[in-house]
């Protein structure tokens, strides 16, 4: 199961550079366990969730766990939407 997760937070890692998500994203890579702190503002988080029912929870923590190689894509569509519609200190 870890080595899943880590598999996961590589793929997210990658699909987010991929999409040139503003920012250093390479704490996912670096976290440990089931969950990653995204860093997400409550907008943002509200605004994947209202738009791309993707549920998280209002602080940006996401489930690591649910991530499959099949969604990582459309997870960091996600992220780097609710980056450009609700713009924080982060960018």
């Known amino acids: 199961m870890a080595d899943r997760i880590n598999d996961m937070r590589a793929t997210l890692f990658d699909a987010l550079v991929a999409?040139?998500?503003?920012?250093?994203?390479s704490f996912i890579k670096k976290q440990i366990g089931?969950?990653?702190?995204?860093?997400?503002?409550k907008a943002q988080c509200e605004h994947m969730t209202n738009?791309?029912?993707?549920y998280?929870?209002?602080?940006g923590?996401?489930?690591m766990a649910?991530?499959?190689?099949?969604?990582?894509?459309r997870l960091a569509d996600a992220i780097v939407d609710a980056?450009?519609?609700a713009p924080s200190a982060r960018m």
Do not use: Y
Not at 66 to 73: E, H, I, L, Q
């Open 66 to 73: 649910g991530v499959r190689k099949s969604t990582a894509g």
């Open 56 to 59: 998280l929870t209002m602080d």
């Open 34 to 41: 089931m969950f990653s702190f995204t860093g997400l503002t």
């Open 51 to 54: 738009k791309w029912h993707v």
């Open 19 to 25: 999409r040139n998500a503003p920012g250093d994203w």
């Open 83 to 85: 980056l450009k519609a």
């Open 61 to 63: 923590r996401i489930s």
